[in-house]
């Protein structure tokens, strides 16, 4: 996959620029690729201005938690940089929630086991859903995280929506 000026190769030749959750997730998965990159530029907008990614080719992972009954949930969602997840209105019904909100980031990476910034939903605690943005599951090509700030992988927007636990739905507002 050929996305911006980075050198791409198979993330099963390079586990070394993986977190351990995203290293075992990758294993047997066709067209995961990741590339190293400075992790000071690991932010989207420093990112894609750096390494010559278009925003609509960069999707991001949030991880959100949802509340109901004093029980929490986590979920991550994905959507294209260039937008903005309906977190109040589509996410937190789609969920069937009272109250949502961005995880708290101690939370989030330790119940994920990967690095702020970085965070990816391959690896994700297997009773999380992934909400994948329509935009990101018919996308012949997205980068994402790869759950350390130091690389970023290139998957198929198709491989995302077919996660054991995705869920294709339309998460703009």
Same mark, same amino acid.
């Given at each position: 996959? &050929?996305?911006?000026t980075?050198? +791409?190769? $198979?993330?099963a030749? =390079?586990p070394? #620029?993986l977190?351990?959750?995203v290293?075992? %997730?990758?294993?047997?998965?066709?067209?995961?690729?990741?590339?190293?990159?400075?992790p000071?530029?690991a932010?989207?907008? %420093?990112?894609?201005e =750096?390494?010559?990614v278009?925003m609509?080719? $960069?999707a /991001?992972?949030?991880i959100?938690?949802? *509340?109901?009954?004093?029980?929490?949930?986590?979920?991550?969602?994905? !959507?294209l940089?260039?937008?903005?997840?309906?977190?109040?209105g589509? !996410?937190r =019904?789609?969920?069937?929630?009272r *109250?949502?909100?961005?995880?708290?980031q101690d939370?989030a990476?330790?119940?994920?086991?990967?690095e702020?910034?970085?965070i990816?939903p @391959?690896?994700?605690?297997?009773d +999380?859903?992934?909400?994948?943005?329509?935009?990101?599951?018919v996308?012949?090509g997205?980068?994402?995280g790869s759950? !350390?700030?130091? $690389?970023k992988l &290139?998957?198929?927007?198709? #491989? @995302?929506?077919g996660l054991?636990?995705?869920q294709?739905? /339309?998460?703009? /507002?």
């Amino acid at each position: 996959m &050929a996305i911006g000026t980075l050198d +791409w190769v $198979s993330a099963a030749d =390079r586990p070394e #620029l993986l977190a351990e959750p995203v290293a075992r %997730a990758v294993v047997g998965l066709e067209g995961v690729e990741v590339a190293e990159i400075d992790p000071g530029l690991a932010d989207t907008a %420093a990112f894609c201005e =750096r390494y010559g990614v278009g925003m609509d080719e $960069s999707a /991001n992972c949030v991880i959100v938690a949802a *509340k109901r009954g004093g029980e929490v949930r986590y979920a991550a969602c994905m !959507v294209l940089a260039t937008t903005r997840a309906d977190v109040n209105g589509v !996410v937190r =019904r789609h969920l069937d929630a009272r *109250k949502i909100s961005f995880a708290p980031q101690d939370d989030a990476v330790g119940l994920t086991g990967m690095e702020y910034g970085g965070i990816t939903p @391959l690896g994700l605690p297997e009773d +999380w859903p992934v909400l994948v943005d329509a935009a990101v599951a018919v996308h012949p090509g997205v980068v994402i995280g790869s759950g !350390v700030r130091r $690389s970023k992988l &290139a998957v198929p927007g198709a #491989l @995302l929506a077919g996660l054991k636990t995705a869920q294709v739905i /339309n998460l703009a /507002n």
